[in-house]
């Protein structure tokens, strides 16, 4: 059985625009004109600012607790639906792992896991995703950020068949701090118990766990890397 360990860099941008008009009060033309000229002049400035502050925030080690933890409460589904090159599934997320569960939805919303692969996978064990040889994978990482999520291993949940799990990182990393760009999802039947004291199951595939079991089946090469790249073509929070 190999290791579900990988090494994890990355930075993090959260980009939003809002701007908001109030209703002019009722003026002659000529007022009215020049008002709506300073207004709008106002809102721009306001957005460009938002912007670059926002653009000045990442995720890191100190931030990305308080950050999660705030982002959950926003939360209104729990559902995300993979759609890849050989099929669909859709995976509910365990409400009682807050950090997880608002990382793996901020990422997909983010679009993260658009156009990477299950890049491991394991026959009758698991298929692991969130990563890609492809150079824009890279570059979602570097906009992203660097961070760890705390292991979260004692709410009652097991690494069943169709359990949904994070791994952890290969950095410095002695209490097991969990990757949050990847997971793994287990399709031994009924389960895979032993990783249980280990990794932090945060979801489960409630439907197409077929399409799970036929990535599952694919060829692979060395590295438990597939012969031909299974995509995620997209990742979406289901409403």
Known sequence: ????????????????????????????????????????????????????????????ED????FFFNYEKTLKSNKVKITTNLGSFTIELFENVPYHRANFIYLTEKGYFDYTQFHRVVKNFIIQGGNSDDER???????????????????GHKHHRGTVSMPSSEMDN???????????????????????????????????MDVVD??????????????QNIYIEKAEVLK
Not at 63 to 66: E, Q, T
Not at 175 to 191: C, D, K, Q, R, Y
Request: proline residues 7%; glycine residues 4%.
């Open 1 to 60: 059985m190999r290791s579900l360990k990988f090494n994890i860099f990355f930075f993090v941008t959260i980009v939003a625009f809002a701007s908001c008009k109030d209703t002019p009060k009722k003026v002659d033309d000529t007022t009215s004109k020049s008002t709506t000229t300073i207004d709008s002049t106002k809102i721009t400035e306001k957005e460009v600012t938002k912007d670059e502050q926002e653009k000045a925030f990442e995720l890191n």
């Open 63 to 66: 931030n990305a607790i308080d």
């Open 137 to 155: 994978t890279g570059k979602k990482r570097n906009d992203l950020g660097r961070y760890l999520l705390p292991p979260d291993t004692r709410k």
């Open 174 to 208: 002695p209490h097991m701090l969990a990757s949050p760009f990847e997971f793994f999802i287990v399709v031994t039947n009924p389960g895979s118990y032993h990783l249980d004291d280990e990794y932090t199951p945060f979801g489960r595939v409630i439907d197409g």
């Open 214 to 227: 036929k990535i599952n089946n694919v060829p692979v090469e060395k590295g438990d890397w597939p012969l």
